[in-house]
């Protein structure tokens, strides 16, 4: 069985035709922050087809959701990296407005961490080298564009996660959806001082108490997804949290930060775990509770980790390179190569080991941009 294949069972239907070119939807992908996904095959009158990937925004439209998608497409336009999946167009459909994007086949981390937590193993040590390294090379792009007069863009994607990152069948590892992203780029949106965008289990400290965000965010963002796809653990567990409370003397602490939180933080979409309470879990953290989730790692590995997870962001990895080379020189340290083909026959084996254990794929994520996961506390 194939996941996130194109193909479906029903005959394409047609959305629409613009200039001779047709786009048949092959299937609804679900929902996202900002809008519908659906995957379209896209046939052109004198080339071959292809498929594609299209947002739309849901009726009734308004002018700040349109703005909003129009600023993603700007800044989308800006990179040009083969780590950073491309938009393609914008277009006008019905009064309805869509954006065409690039569809990489293949799996989103969110479908490995579910293989892997399937057949209770998690990913190699080289594969999280070389998926973390690919990102942190797309941020590091991404975080130092210029505009067309060499000032700075100011670029924070803001929501690096599982879902948004993604691993082709060939094993080249994608960013995707810069939706939420943040940037100089005039006349952009400004997100409300109260609002977070994006999944706030993956926000930084930093982000948590709405402080200004530089690249070092992104790059902590990573760091958890680092550390998940190692032990197949979540750094803000509320077990770690718990054991910090009682490390003080006392469970109220928690309690008291999600007061203090609550009137004033919110998410602009759901969260599979209150923000009041993941606010509490942040402002628990600290390096014991690195140190025991990346116990078994090796040790380079691991210092790579704890410094990635440093709760300032001047403890940090100073950009994506610095990162990059640093997870790159592991590679290199382990004696044998380890590259897309790599990667890609990785991702395979942990698929069909997790069939093999599980004779149903039902838990397996079936689209290209699932919803966001249900997550609980024994993740």
């Not at 194939?2 to 679900?30: A, C, H, M, N, Q």
């Not at 349109?66 to 999946?85: S, T």
């Not at 116990?295 to 380079?300: A, I, M």
């Amino acid at each position: 069985m194939s996941i996130d294949r194109p193909e479906s069972s029903t005959p394409p239907k047609l959305l629409f035709s613009v200039d001779g070119t047709r786009y048949e939807l092959v299937r609804k992908l679900g929902r996202r922050h900002s809008g519908e996904l659906l995957l379209a095959r896209r046939r052109h009158a004198m080339g071959p087809a292809g498929c594609v990937v299209l947002k739309r925004l849901s009726r009734p439209v308004s002018e700040k959701q349109k703005q909003r998608l129009m600023q993603e497409v700007q800044l989308a336009y800006r990179l040009d990296h083969p780590g950073i999946a491309k938009v393609y167009q914008w277009m006008l459909h019905g009064g309805r407005p869509y954006v065409v994007m690039e569809y990489v086949e293949g799996y989103s981390l969110e479908t490995v961490l579910s293989v892997a937590a399937m057949r209770q193993r998690p990913m190699s040590e080289a594969f999280v080298c070389h998926v973390a390294s690919e990102i942190a090379d797309a941020l590091h792009y991404a975080h130092t564009r210029t505009d067309e007069r060499g000032r700075f863009l100011g670029i924070v994607h803001r929501d690096i996660q599982p879902e948004n990152i993604r691993v082709g069948i060939s094993g080249d590892v994608k960013l995707v959806d810069f939706g939420v992203a943040y940037s100089l780029l005039p006349g952009r949106d400004a997100t409300t001082a109260s609002v977070l965008r994006g999944d706030i289990a993956y926000a930084s400290p930093e982000r948590m108490r709405m402080e200004r965000v530089d690249h070092r965010s992104d790059l902590f963002s990573l760091g958890l997804v680092m550390l998940e796809l190692l032990t197949g653990k979540h750094l803000f567990d509320l077990e770690y949290v718990e054991q910090a409370a009682r490390a003080e003397g006392t469970a109220e602490g928690t309690a008291t930060v999600a007061v203090h939180v609550r009137d004033e933080l919110r998410c602009e979409e759901p969260s599979w775990v209150p923000v009041a309470e993941m606010a509490a879990r942040i402002a628990r953290f600290g390096p014991a509770d690195v140190e025991r989730a990346t116990q078994g790692l090796s040790e380079p590995l691991r210092a790579v980790v704890h410094r990635t997870l440093q709760r300032e962001p001047s403890a940090r990895y100073a950009s994506g390179l610095e990162l990059r080379d640093a997870l790159r020189a592991l590679l290199v340290v382990k004696g044998r190569p380890y590259g897309r083909p790599e990667a890609a026959r990785e991702v395979l084996v942990a698929v069909k080991e997790a069939e093999l254990l599980r004779e149903s794929a039902d838990v397996l994520e079936a689209d290209v941009f699932p919803e966001p996961s249900r997550r609980t506390t024994e993740h």
